[in-house]
């Protein structure tokens, strides 16, 4: 079976999915889209409005930030696996719950399994929470680590507190670019290791 055929399998698993209270909210569940032999994923925290209406992750003025910090750090979209901490809409303004988080890190894990990323990019705290188990501050884990599995992973901002917080936004976005940068310096040492 090839990933297209596992990832199929996988949302037609989640399509009417219950497992937490984000299910009244959602207009449906907004899965992963991208390249499924992406050597990078980034996992956000959840569909927006525009998402929501979409049915894609990252089509709103957070995607359209995040594309001009790809690429800003040289990375194309379109070789880039995208998804979600969770699968269904969060209003803004709401904290991402523990337990939401863990009803959907399962079809996460899966996710992962099935793309078998180089490198992980998470995006705010929510999705290092998944990934790691970790809810220590975000610029404690803007290292690159190996997880266990092999994958890199390096820890960022979510573009949306660019947006929130205009005072420090340059900044936060500056920390992105950065962090990105480091994902492709990973990825481009990977690479040039195996050509060896």
Known sequence: MNKAEQLTILQQNYLSCGKCD????RTAPVFGFGNLDAKLMIIG????????????????????????MLTQAKLDRLQIYITNTLLCFVK??????????????NRLQEEINIVKPKVIVT?????????C???DSIWRNRKPKQLSTGIWHVA???????L???DKGKGIIDNIITDLRKAKLIIDLLEKKNKK
């Open 22 to 25: 984000l299910c009244h909210t």
């Open 45 to 68: 925290q959840s569909p927006g409005f525009e998402e929501d209406k979409a049915g894609r992750p990252f089509v709103g003025i957070s995607g359209k930030l995040l594309n001009y």
């Open 92 to 105: 803004p303004g709401v904290s991402v719950k523990d337990d939401q988080i863990m009803a959907c890190r």
């Open 123 to 131: 995006l705010g705290a929510p999705a290092l929470y998944a990934l």
């Open 133 to 135: 188990w970790s809810k």
């Open 156 to 162: 960022t901002y979510h573009p949306a507190a660019a």
């Open 164 to 166: 929130y917080h205009a």
